[in-house]
């Protein structure tokens, strides 16, 4: 499996509790080597610091990997995935699971739901695709 690629998803979860994601990830370890690069946020977490956190270590880790194709799992670790294949000259597959500026938690919450529009729309142009 010499020439096989090298495929790294990023995430923001709990891993073992996604049945989506494990099951791109077996699928993609049929053809090729799998990396993961994740957080999983405790529920006393606050995303609004620790995204950021995360945002700077996963880029630095996702980048180290150079991988041949990049999988954003989710919005909030999208970020991470697009520096990553920018950085390696590699595509990147963005997994829009749903539209999280219309999730319950940013009901009512305009400045929140901007936010997170355009970061999905700055980074969603350079993905080679968007699956929802």
């Known amino acids: 499996m010499s020439d096989a690629p090298h495929i ?3 995430f923001v979860g709990d891993v073992t509790r ?11 370890a049929e ?7 994740s957080t999983s946020l405790t529920s006393s977490a606050s995303l609004r610091r620790e995204l ?3 945002w700077r270590s996963g880029r630095e880790e996702a980048r180290a990997l150079h ?3 990049y999988l954003a799992a989710d919005l909030y670790s999208l970020p ?5 294949a920018r950085h390696a000259g590699s595509p990147f597959i963005y997994d829009a699971r749903e539209l999280y500026r219309s999730i319950a938690a940013l009901v009512g919450r ?3 739901q901007h936010f997170w529009s ?3 729309q700055r980074y969603t142009r350079r993905a080679h695709t968007v699956l929802t």
């Open 110 to 112: 305009p400045v929140m």
């Open 31 to 37: 053809i090729g080597r799998v990396s993961l690069v």
């Open 18 to 28: 996604d049945s989506r994601l494990r099951r791109f990830r077996q699928a993609a």
């Open 80 to 84: 991470i995935a697009a520096a990553a």
């Open 67 to 69: 991988a041949d194709l």
């Open 8 to 10: 790294c998803f990023t």
């Open 52 to 54: 950021p956190r995360f």
């Open 118 to 120: 355009l970061l999905e």
